[in-house]
């Protein structure tokens, strides 16, 4: 069974950071393509950012590229997404999934608000 488990949320100011993680089990995390999303209340959800199975590839959207960063540990089977310069825009749950699965995690919450 597909699990992943996002964490690392909360409050920050306009232009601070945060590091989101994401933890899964119940597949061969090594082997999957991993995405992080994002929805903002009120929004549709939408894509942030695609990583390949070894950290080859990475793509962001438009939206992040320059202040976003994604990465992964295959021995932790960890998703991380390093968000820096963040904007009150930001603000949403952050959700990660893996490419092959349709299967979704509760979320963290990210709030940029001085």
């Known amino acids: 069974q597909v699990r992943l488990v996002e964490s690392g949320g909360g409050l920050v100011q306009p232009g601070g950071s945060l590091r989101l993680s994401c933890a899964a089990s119940g597949f061969t995390f090594s082997s999957s393509h991993m995405s992080w999303y994002r929805q903002a209340p009120g929004k549709e959800r939408e894509w942030v950012g695609f990583?390949?199975?070894?950290?080859?590839?990475?793509n962001y959207a438009v939206s992040v590229k320059g202040r976003f960063t994604i990465s992964r540990d295959n021995a932790k089977n960890t998703l991380y997404l390093q968000m820096n310069s963040l904007k009150p825009e930001d603000t949403a749950v952050y959700y990660c999934?893996?490419?092959?699965?349709?299967?979704w995690g509760q979320g963290t919450q990210v709030t940029v608000s001085s």
């Open positions: 999934k893996a490419v092959r699965f349709n299967s």
């Open positions: 990583i390949d199975t070894t950290g080859g590839v990475i």
